[in-house]
């Protein structure tokens, strides 16, 4: 029987066995804690708190701004110390809460929000779930709470829990399924329980059997849930390609899952919305995974979130080198570069990826030679290189009726072209100039 997956894609070197046997582990923050207000899709949040205010670990410190944003905790207890703008991984200043930390980690009394299952309406899961501040910790951030609440609740049969972690050297979500299976079995659970008559997938790539043995073993009494092996490939775990691959269903860049019946989340959400709903937490820390051959070793920690990443280094015992030539937040693929180790943790940090070299950046693009290889592997189903053509000369109207919307940004172009265009790059600019343009 062939393995479930889509068409298109790339097999690059995935790093995994730098970090995959590495435990999680606790990393308590030593130093301040910064908490940018807007580490989530939608309006910031709203600060609570003000210079000299106590903190206590679980405390909100900053409310969602509207429907499309999310509340914001507290990793430390101690005093908070500015309300100012803070560099993040992105390059840019962003209005933050700054806390001193006072280094004894008092928490405020997680029992009071625990309530019994058997006791909440939907809309009561939803609205701890909110409370709790969980967002989408692929990467994207999108509010779960929003994601939970689909135009057609009676249109969702599909619950997918994205085990594919199909980006480059991550090994988070792979820990996560070794060590923590119950909690994401229960998390799917309350999931599904929002909706009525609903299946739950947990997709896994199979180059994970732990982890799928793993899952497999603690669902089989749970038969409304399936653990489904998909085809090792990138970009495996992107939405729109896991959804066809365990369901068959299409989507296009202007349809939700939703549109399809189908609510993704990722491991780490799944994990958080148990740690809410059960044992009444909300969500101040995730799984970071630190690897790459910069680094002097490899880990996979439980960070607080507003931990500065330089922490993260240090715990590992440093760089192998004087400095990496490239440090990356997130993945090789979907990841960013970074600049500086003086930026936080946020809610969608995943990894922390360090590199002695960094050959991509020393080739000079050359013309394209037309061998359409990147028309191959886009899952998308577009052709890049015309997008890329129609992009640097500014042809918004034909890229659009090229299907540029229908990129994902997943990097697969860029990393097959024999004459290094940064086709991704390119093509992400011009999205963002379409998607502002209509916005106005």
């Not at 409370?131 to 689909?150: C, N, Q, R």
């Amino acid at each position: 029987m062939s393995l479930l997956t889509f068409s298109g894609g790339i097999h690059p070197y995935d790093g995994k066995e730098l970090s995959q046997n590495k435990e999680i582990c606790d990393l308590l923050p030593k130093g301040d804690c910064v908490y940018p207000l807007s580490q989530h899709i939608g309006a910031p949040a709203k600060p609570l708190v003000k210079k000299g205010d106590p903190v206590l670990v679980g405390q909100k410190i900053a409310e969602a701004d509207g429907f499309v944003s999310a509340n914001i905790h507290s990793g430390i207890s101690g005093r908070v110390k500015a309300v100012e703008p803070r560099m993040t991984v992105g390059g840019t200043r962003v209005l933050s809460i700054v806390i001193e930390n006072d280094g004894q980690f008092d928490e405020v009394d997680f029992g009071q929000n625990i309530r019994p299952l058997d006791q909440l309406y939907r809309e009561d899961v939803k609205e701890l779930i909110r409370e709790a501040g969980i967002v989408g910790m692929g990467g994207a951030g999108f509010p779960t709470h929003v994601k939970l609440s689909p135009k057609n609740e009676d249109a969702i049969d599909t619950i997918i829990v994205n085990g594919a972690e199909c980006e480059p050297y991550l090994t988070s979500d792979y820990r996560r399924m070794l060590e923590d299976p119950e909690k994401i079995a229960a998390g799917l659970q309350i999931v599904m329980n929002l909706f009525d008559d609903t299946k739950g997938i947990i997709a896994i790539e199979d180059n994970k059997p732990e982890a799928i043995e793993q899952m497999t073993k603690i669902t089989r009494n749970l038969p409304d849930i399936t653990v489904q092996a998909v085809k090792t490939k990138y970009p495996q775990g992107a939405e729109r390609q896991l959804i066809f691959a365990n369901t068959g269903r299409k989507l296009n860049s202007s349809m939700l899952p939703a549109d399809a019946g189908c609510i993704v989340h990722n491991i780490d959400t799944v994990v958080a919305i148990y740690h809410a709903l059960i044992e009444g937490k909300p969500l101040y820390e995730r799984i970071v995974t630190v690897t790459g051959d910069a680094v002097k070793d490899t880990a996979n920690f439980r960070v607080r979130i507003g931990t500065n990443t330089r922490e993260l280094i240090d715990a590992v015992g440093g760089f192998q080198v004087e400095q990496p030539e490239k440090i990356i937040s997130g993945g090789p693929m979907m990841g960013k570069a970074m600049f500086s180790l003086d930026v936080p943790i946020v809610k969608g940090s995943s990894a922390l990826l360090c590199l002695k070299e960094d050959d991509v950046s020393k080739e000079e693009p050359s013309a394209c030679i037309r061998c359409g290889r990147c028309v191959a592997v886009c899952p998308g189903r577009v052709m890049p290189n015309k997008l890329a053509d129609l992009a640097v000369h500014g042809d918004m109207e034909t890229f659009v009726q090229y299907e540029g919307m229908e990129c994902c940004e997943c990097g697969c172009c860029s990393y097959v072209c024999p004459a290094k265009r940064h086709l991704t790059q390119v093509i992400a600019g011009t999205r963002k100039q379409v998607l502002a343009n209509r916005k106005k």
